[in-house]
T-cell receptor, first 112, second 117 residues
Framework: GQQLNQSPQSMFIQEGEDVSMNCTSS?????WLWYKQDPGEGPVLLIA?????ELTSNGRLTAQFGITRKDSFLNISASIPSDVGIYFC????????????FGKGITLSVRP | NAGVMQNPRHLVRRRGQEARLRCSPM?????VYWYRQLPEEGLKFMVY????????ESGMPKERFSAEFPKEGPSILRIQQVVRGDSAAYFC???????????????FGPGTRLTVL
């Protein structure tokens, strides 16, 4: 089955620092999405990418859809304490029964 | 506009009992998806439903698990004769356009944490 790889499992940064997260796949996806999950809550969509090469920003977040359609990255600039959480990448193929495939997530800790 | 609602938020069952998880999609959304999340894992797709129809159940175990999305009322994920391995967080998501649309956006509920003793 399709798998998305996110590593490392955890990242620790200082408040104010930038951080970049990568997501890779052995197969092609037509849509890439980045979600954030807070403890005890469901994932919240941060950024959606629909075209290879697309670069999209949402406030301090920037994400890119890789040219090969097998990878994506998320960048958070000037981190703040509320950026703490688990960041998941997810990919979708197209078609009537397309479904979201999630990575295992990266837990981000921000030291004040 | 209320978001996706799930209840209960926490559910404790003993082995062999039944678990019923409910999901009310966002207003105007007719597509519902169920996912399971094990500790320190990503979400795994289980089933995709439209009103009164199961579209894709390829991620759902063949036995003991069933899902429905009736014409009226919430979507229900039902687990019969629960076992310890069913302990997980179960998330529901809803959308307006459906999985065939490239720009379909799924909005997630807060999840139900099932613990099987």
């Amino acid at each position: 089955g399709q798998q998305l790889n996110q590593s490392p499992q955890s990242m620790f940064i200082q408040e104010g620092e930038d951080v970049s997260m990568n997501c890779t796949s052995s197969s092609i996806f037509n849509t890439w999405l980045w979600y954030k999950q807070d403890p005890g809550e469901g994932p919240v969509l941060l950024i959606a990418l629909y075209k290879a090469g697309e670069l999209t920003s949402n406030g301090r977040l920037t994400a890119q859809f890789g040219i090969t359609r097998k990878d994506s990255f998320l960048n958070i600039s000037a981190s703040i304490p509320s950026d703490v959480g688990i960041y998941f990448c997810a990919g979708r193929t197209t078609g009537a029964n397309s479904k979201l495939t999630f990575g295992k997530g990266i837990t981000l800790s921000v030291r004040p | 506009n209320a978001g996706v609602m799930q209840n209960p938020r926490h559910l404790v069952r003993r082995r062999g009992q039944e678990a019923r998880l409910r999901c009310s999609p966002m207003k105007g959304h007719s597509h519902v998806y169920w996912y399971r999340q094990l500790p320190e894992e990503g979400l795994k797709f289980m089933v995709y439903l439209q009103k009164e129809n199961i579209i894709d159940e390829s991620g759902m175990p063949k036995e003991r698990f069933s899902a429905e999305f009736p014409k009226e009322g919430p979507s229900i994920l039902r687990i019969q004769q629960v076992v310890r391995g069913d302990s997980a967080a179960y998330f529901c998501a809803s959308s307006t356009l459906g999985a065939s649309s490239i720009t379909d956006t799924q909005y997630f509920g807060p999840g139900t944490r099932l613990t099987v003793l």
